[in-house]
């Protein structure tokens, strides 16, 4: 299993690329970058944070399919691809619903969009001319002038059934959201391996989990509390019994240790996610300070290895 660090959102721009040497030095396999509204655009932090590093992988994690246009979205990941060969990730998602009517870009169907969306790229990067007349992507007789020698695969980051399934079928992997446990998981597995059946689909799809994580179970509990707070789906929190608003002093250390890696069984509980499926576990440091979250990363590093 492959272990990640993520760049969290509230970092400033201009920390990227000292942070992007920081997880390199600790050995991470791994640095994913986020794109969210209304913070850095994902594609630009992906940028300095190849340019700034030599070995590790950097995923996009996960551009807005209906932000850009799909033969926009091609053109940035198929540019990072030929300049970095072999170590661009790139992650297409539904975008958050909210964010997305605020900016006028809601799509009549999220799960056209996402499909159409993530086939219309994926071919456009295997340097195949391509036209569609879909639900939500027009393209009429487009292909990429410089398509990379090195294909990068490109993940989808979804929850539900359905978008599990769309996953399946048309993408080269999943990003799973943190406070996702371990049975989870699992379940996005076959939910995933439906929709590779209905494809005729027999190459590899790799699961990334995003997880909240500290040497320390206090310091993710108001993380936890936040986000349970917000609200899961599908299943994400498996048996826990999430009923009601909890307060962060109020969340059992079991609860913790399925939904986090931290504190003393960071260990088991990354083991865990990799029984469940997990192919890599992104690291979603407590601490928004880039210093103090390179110091919590170089504990647990030496923690979980």
Known sequence: MRLGAMLRREVLPEHTA???????RLGF??????????????????????????RIAVGLGVLPAVM?????????????????PGRLRAGIGHGVTS???????????QLAALEETTSAVRALLRG?????????????DVALEFPPPVVPPVA????????????????DGTVLTELSVPSYVRRARERIDEGRAE??????????????AAPDRDDVRALVADGLRDGGSSGQWGDLDVTAPVAAGDLPDSWLDELTVSGPAARRSLDALRDAGADTVVLIPAA????????????????LT
């Open 18 to 24: 000292a942070y992007a040497r920081g997880v390199e």
């Open 288 to 303: 928004e300070d880039p210093d103090e979250a390179l110091a919590q990363l170089a504990a647990l590093r030496g923690a």
């Open 199 to 212: 494809a005729g689909r027999t190459d590899a799809h790799h699961v990334t989990v995003y997880a909240f």
């Open 99 to 109: 964010w997305m009517h605020q900016i006028g870009a809601f799509p009549s169907s």
């Open 68 to 84: 850009r246009n799909p033969a926009a979205t091609a053109l940035e990941i198929a540019a990072l691809a030929r300049m970095f």
């Open 156 to 171: 989808t980051g979804v929850r539900g059934p359905r978008s599990l399934r769309v996953s399946g079928r048309v993408a």
């Open 128 to 140: 195949e001319r391509v036209t569609v007349d879909g639900r939500h992507v027009h393209l009429d």
């Open 29 to 54: 396999d791994e640095l994913w970058v986020v794109e969210d509204c209304f913070y850095a655009g994902g594609v630009a932090a992906g940028a300095v944070a190849l340019a700034s590093t030599e």
